[in-house]
């Protein structure tokens, strides 16, 4: 198996996922790659005409970082904009190490641009080295990534975005100083275009990159995967410091030159602009927050809506079961015969509830009916079936013989009963007495020859409706407003809002639940007041809406819960694309400024330059010299006058000019003058190089630094020969 038998993918055994780009998300990343681009190489300015290695050494680390940081954001927005039908996620670690290769072929790539020449080696060293540290950021990052299944790679692509890579940045590197060695105008696009191209490299080299990518399904979709950063988050952040990384590297820029006075000017406007954007940045992304979250919640809503109509429709049909049990057993004829015989019977009613459990459940006939209703109970799969007399006690059930037998048990104030006693089919939800076990109970009346003789009670444990409600997270409320069956058992016996159950009598409170007191639950609304109908239940924070349907008959209600953790989530990226578009905006806006300032500080220089030229060239001879007096520069006027050429008088003092007529004094009185004034300016006679004295009138002048320390002198000088001439004939 050879190398790149590692990065082809197998069809036969696996599937290809077949992703797409955003387009916008395309252009953003290429935009991001070019800004940091442009940047930097602005920065290699500043290294360049640093006076210290420790100076050159700083700005070079910053622009390294700043360019490193763009190409990180490029990919990983590159990234963003790829969508895959499957759940990706990236690892923390080999995402933080991935930076490590960009940050390093960059602060390489900007050390050799600031050097001040460029040879072919260098060049193509330097190319070489930046492409594969930008493919070597890329792949690294690319292993980060985290998906329902694996990356393979087709080799020959996988070279090409190599290849684009070191061919784009050693262009870039070329255009750098081949553009600055330019005259005129063209010379200001250097850096511009070198951006443009280096921007492009990675951006090709990501995207041709991409290309060379298989995204294989290993086993079923819907896999889970390893946690990590989700891609949002991870893009967002990275943008964010990037954004700010590319702003402080152009101010920082910027600012380092001293000729940019209309940096400190404007900076109110600037700053003023940006605080407007932050704010338009802000109504922006609350605005796409706020329309993501309606309609979130209004799919959601409806969503609840249907489960709670589907959940009360299917609990409606097993309690008409239920009923439709009540109904037959009494109709059948083992009811009537039982309770028939039953009613003839002369029994004492004095007998206590447990004389009279013991006394019925020993009776021979009850004993069959017993096991009877037993049977039956099981075969319907209800909890219990029993019968009442015309009185209300419970003659037979189908639990008699256990601890919690009715038998014996009188149940004449149950709501069930007076309903059956009255002629109707019955029910009720009410907490058992013996048991102490909510129940759902439903009755038929048994009549004997138009006379009422008892009833058939088929009972089911509230929570046997669980098997409807828990998967749809709903819960259930009785005629009075109090939850009688709950997901979370701590919602149990609390009453709703306006609950009925207030005002009913104690005693009747104490019949039916068990208990006399019932804790409100708390409905709150949640924080956003703009998305009415999204509350929080109880001591739970996480928003949710709630849809109600009533179960007909039985006066239960179904209420279904719908949690919306998805709105903390669009908070969430409503932040971070507040970050993102004001990061962005004032980037562009910032950089705009810094270049708009930067064009008007060099076209001023440039004007300042060229008069200066213009008046260095004048007919008077010029001289410039540093401190020490040591000639650095003389104009044309200066040889025609003086017959030195320009490089004879480099690096000489003016004691070369000096004719030997003037003493020590003369010299000592001029330079004690020109300190203490600043100006000096008179008649001195010097020689010229064909050993010829000659006159002049020559003015000098010191130059100081902002500290008021002399840096320079400058000399202005006329020959005077013939006014001299002229003054000795007039004599």
Avoid at 74 to 103: D, E, K
Avoid at 173 to 186: D, E, V, Y
Avoid at 402 to 408: D, L, P, Q, R
């Amino acid at each position: 198996m050879n190398y790149f038998s590692l990065f082809i993918a197998s069809p036969e055994s696996s599937l290809l996922y077949s992703g797409f780009y955003d387009p916008v998300l395309v252009g953003l990343s290429v935009a991001v790659a070019i800004f940091a681009s442009y940047a930097s190489l602005l920065l290699t300015q500043s290294i360049s005409s640093a006076t210290s290695s420790a100076t050159r050494h700083f700005w070079t680390a910053i622009g390294g970082l700043c360019l490193g940081g763009g190409i990180w954001a490029m990919h990983f927005v590159g990234m963003l904009a790829f969508s895959l039908p499957c759940t990706t996620s990236y690892n923390a670690t080999v995402t933080f190490l991935s930076t490590i290769p960009g940050v390093l072929a960059s602060t390489l790539a900007i050390r050799i641009i600031s050097h001040p020449t460029l040879s072919p080696k260098r060049l193509v060293f330097g190319g070489l080295l930046t492409g594969i540290g930008i493919g070597a950021m890329h792949y690294a990052g690319m292993a980060a990534m985290r998906l329902d299944g694996m990356i393979r790679y087709n080799p020959w692509l996988f070279l090409l975005s190599i290849g684009v890579a070191v061919a784009m940045a050693t262009l870039a590197l070329w255009l750098k100083f081949w553009m600055f060695a330019l005259p005129g105008r063209w010379r200001r696009w250097a850096t511009p275009v070198s951006a443009l191209v280096l921007g492009l490299a990675v951006s090709g080299m990501h995207y041709t990159a991409m290309a060379a990518a298989y995204f294989v399904q290993v086993g079923e979709p819907g896999n889970t995967v390893t946690p990590g950063l989700s891609t949002v988050f991870l893009a967002s952040i990275v943008l964010v410091i990037t954004s700010l990384l590319v702003v402080i590297t152009l101010v920082a820029s910027y600012v380092s030159r001293t000729h940019l006075a209309a940096l400190g000017r404007a900076y109110k406007l600037i700053t003023l602009c940006v605080l407007g954007w932050c704010a338009v940045a802000w109504l922006s992304a609350d605005y796409y927050h706020q329309r993501r979250s309606s309609q979130y919640f209004e799919a959601e809503k409806q969503l609840a809506q249907q489960q709670a109509q589907r959940t009360a429709s299917n609990i409606n049909e097993y309690l008409q079961l239920l009923r439709g049990i009540a109904r037959v057993g009494a109709t059948g004829g083992v009811a009537q015969q039982v309770l028939g015989a039953f009613a003839l019977q002369r029994l004492d009613r004095t007998l206590t509830d447990a004389q009279r459990q013991q006394r019925w459940t020993a009776n021979p006939q009850l004993s069959t009916v017993n096991q009877y209703l037993f049977q039956t109970a099981a075969e319907l799969q209800t909890d219990q079936i029993y019968l009442l007399d015309a009185l209300g006690n419970c003659i037979a059930a189908s639990n008699a013989g256990k601890a919690n037998s009715f038998v014996g048990f009188n149940y004449a104030d149950r709501d069930y009963f007076v309903q059956a006693r009255a002629g109707q089919l019955g029910h009720q939800y009410a907490v058992e007495r013996t048991s102490k076990v909510a129940g759902l109970y439903f009755s038929g009346p048994v009549s004997a020859q138009g006379r009422f003789i008892g009833t058939v009670v088929v009972k089911i444990g509230i929570e046997k409706l669980g098997y409807f409600t828990d998967p749809v997270n709903a819960f259930v409320s009785d005629a009075n407003g109090v939850i009688v069956l709950a997901p979370d058992k701590a919602f149990e016996f609390r009453s709703l809002p306006s609950a009925s159950v207030v005002q009913l009598p104690a005693q009747q409170r104490l019949t039916t639940y068990g208990r006399d007191a019932f804790e409100p639950l708390n409905i709150r609304p949640w924080g956003d007041a703009r998305l009415a109908g999204v509350v929080t239940l109880g001591a739970n924070l996480e928003p949710v809406v709630l849809a109600s349907t009533l179960v007909p008959e039985d006066a239960l209600t179904v209420h279904a819960m719908r949690p919306l953790n998805e709105l903390a989530r669009f908070q969430l990226e409503r932040n971070w694309l507040f970050f993102l578009l004001a990061a962005a905006g004032s980037l562009l806006m910032v950089a705009a400024w810094a270049v708009i300032n930067y064009l008007r500080a060099t076209q001023l220089a440039d004007a300042e330059l060229r008069i200066a030229a213009t008046a260095f060239e004048l007919q008077q001879g010029m001289t410039i010299t540093d401190a020490e007096g040591v000639i650095l520069r003389v104009n044309q006027a200066f040889t025609e006058i003086t017959g030195y050429r320009a490089e004879e008088a480099v690096g000489q003092t003016p004691k070369l000019l000096r004719s030997g007529r003037h003493d020590a004094a003369f010299y000592k009185a001029m330079w004690d003058t020109l300190t203490r004034v600043g100006v000096w300016q008179g008649e001195i006679w010097n020689r010229r190089k064909n050993g010829e004295v000659f006159p002049e009138w020559l003015t000098l002048s010191s130059v100081k630094s902002a500290a008021g320390k002399v840096t320079h002198f400058v000399a202005i000088f006329s020959d005077i020969t013939a006014r001299k001439t002229a003054e000795s004939q007039i004599e």
